[in-house]
């Protein structure tokens, strides 16, 4: 730790142990990151035979596996999972930005609505799931998105709900009291001047909130194992070990892999951020 | 109504309908006969269900396999994701691309985390069996006494880089004076860290803690990924077992008092940590 603070000029004459390790350590995590997604590439275009051979990595690639898992109907799959975690992600925004607002300007509930939204938070889905289910024979809404939606809306508006508050937190009041005086409406004025200076929060929590929508099994696999099946239920069905379909698992599991590694490093600086400024600076 | 309680409503309105009711409808079900495949013929049996539970080794064992993979999964995820944090603060050189590129395991689905695991260590076909073989190791990763193991390698993988995330955050915002302060009185490097970082970044270690076991209280996806509970009942985690019996199994009553005496654990812990957040914003 202390070669933090030592000034340039002197840490560069001496030799210095520690930042070598963590270098080290940096480099070998890298590779552990790393090396598990390059496997799946590279098999993702290895036919059945090739396959069988774990350490074959210079081959001619194959694009059957793709066009096999493209033509089972993994798109639409996808496109399910997209339609969820868009509506999902829409209302809870709306909701929990109105929410935050009031709960971070005005203390509503005091710390009982910040506890159940931490609480909610921790619920074990398993507990939620089943009565969901039951209400979803009752409305006949079992195996459609609608049904996942609300099981989605159980987990995703209280974590956007939660960083929203920190950051109406961190935004300066000075403005929008402003905004009051100057003759806007108080809704006016959280429209027009406080929402967009979080619209960068917002956005992060809203691409988090799709995230953990897209990477949800348990509640769709419960909900919609059929018809409406969204991509990781779809994914989890290449559960199989015949060589021939190996290969399309990988390609599989890259369709689903892709999208969300690309919206990652949109949000990661600011989620540094969010958290250190909503959830652990308590 | 007033401003404040407009505002509230909707999300108030939309938490009691997707987790308030559901919460309490769960409850109902736990003192119920309910089977899926009996719906119509449901009828009310006490605390029986509880009973009936409590009298079942199974969630006992599934229990216990919860707890070890916790505490195991969330002990080196905790012990590697500090080094981890501590090396990308002192970094110079490439900070954002490393940083975003550690952290990309905690945003990939899991059950593909769960299947591409599964394929790299199978024993015929999986890349590290056989550089292991080449080296002239045997070892079955998903067999008997290793698969549990196994998949708590795995939640690392997976969830290092949250715990690296969360303590980054903290790192980051401690104050300065202190580390100025044990240079200047010439502190080894590992003294300022027992002595200096980790006091003052301990209430980041109890929430990222916290927060990663309750997280880690859920496990399903490589289980079900992988070894559906097996060899025997080694990897049955709490999560997967209620699934089997609620949906498996059709006894949706019996699961539903499954997953509230899991809600009494976890909300027992929850309160503990609320309460502990609560003292420290105070003071």
Request: charge should be positive; glycine fraction near 8%.
């Amino acid at each position: 730790m202390t070669t933090l603070v030592v000034p340039r000029a002197r840490r560069t004459k001496s030799f210095n142990p520690w930042g070598h390790a963590g270098s080290l350590l940096l480099v070998v995590a890298g590779l552990v990151v790393l090396l598990p997604f390059l496997w799946v590439l590279l098999g993702s275009f290895k036919t059945g035979s090739q396959l069988n051979d774990p350490t074959l990595i210079v081959f001619r690639p194959n694009l059957a596996n793709w066009r096999d898992v493209i033509s089972s109907g993994i798109l639409q799959a996808a496109g399910r999972s997209a339609l969820v975690g868009v509506i999902t992600v829409s209302i809870s925004i709306v909701v929990g930005s109105m929410g935050a607002y009031s709960i971070s300007r005005y203390k509503t509930g005091g710390s009982a609505t910040r506890f159940g939204i931490l609480a909610a938070q921790v619920l074990p889905p398993a507990v939620l799931v089943f009565p969901f289910l039951d209400m979803a024979f009752r409305l006949r809404l079992n195996d459609t998105l609608a049904a996942v939606v609300i099981a989605h809306l159980s987990f995703v508006m209280p974590v956007v709900t939660w960083f929203l508050i920190g950051f109406f937190d961190a935004a300066p009041k000075e403005i929008e009291e402003q905004a009051m005086v100057d003759g806007l409406s108080r809704f006016a004025a959280f429209r027009k001047v406080v929402l967009p200076q979080v619209a960068p929060g917002m956005g992060a929590s809203a691409i988090f909130g799709f995230v953990l929508s897209w990477n949800d099994l348990f509640y769709a696999l419960i909900l919609a194992p059929g018809n409406a099946a969204t991509l990781p239920v779809r994914i989890a069905g290449f559960n199989t070990f015949r060589g021939v379909e190996l290969g399309s698992m990988c390609a599989a599991i890259l369709v689903s892999i892709v999208p969300v590694l690309i919206a990652s490093f949109f949000i990661q600086r600011r989620l540094v951020r969010g958290i250190s400024g909503g959830a652990v600076k308590f | 109504m007033s401003f404040r309680a407009r505002m509230m409503a909707p999300l108030l309105a939309l938490f009691v309908g997707a987790v308030g009711y559901p919460l309490l409808y769960a409850f109902y079900l736990s003192l119920t006969s309910y089977r899926i495949t009996h719906r119509w013929d449901t009828h009310l049996v006490g605390l029986s269900q509880y009973n009936d539970v409590l009298h079942n080794s199974d969630y006992w064992s599934a229990l216990k396999v919860t707890g070890t993979f916790v505490f195991l999964a969330v002990t080196l995820e905790l012990c590697i994701g500090l080094m981890i944090a501590l090396a990308l603060q002192r970094q110079k050189r490439v900070r954002d691309f490393t940083r975003s590129f550690l952290l990309t395991p905690m945003f990939v689905t899991p059950i593909a985390v769960g299947l591409m695991f599964r394929f790299l260590l199978n024993q015929q076909l999986g890349a590290l069996p056989a550089v292991l073989g080449h080296l002239g190791i045997t070892y079955d990763f998903f067999g008997s006494g290793n698969a549990l193991y196994s998949i708590i390698l795995i939640d690392t993988w997976q969830w290092t880089p949250f715990m690296v995330l969360l303590l980054l955050a903290g790192l980051e915002g401690l104050p300065k004076q202190p580390f100025e302060a044990a240079r200047v009185d010439g502190a080894s490097a590992f003294y300022t860290f027992r002595r200096v970082t980790v006091p003052m970044l301990a209430p980041v270690l109890v929430v990222a803690i916290l927060i990663r076991s309750l997280d880690a209280m859920k496990v399903f996806e490589y289980v079900y990924a992988i070894t559906r509970g097996g060899p025997g009942i080694e990897t049955q985690t709490i999560q997967y077992f209620t699934y089997q019996t609620g949906i498996q199994f059709f006894r949706l009553g019996n699961a539903s008092a499954m997953s509230y005496l899991l809600l009494a654990i976890v909300l027992t812990i929850v309160v503990f940590l609320f309460r502990r957040i609560e003292r420290s914003r105070r003071s």
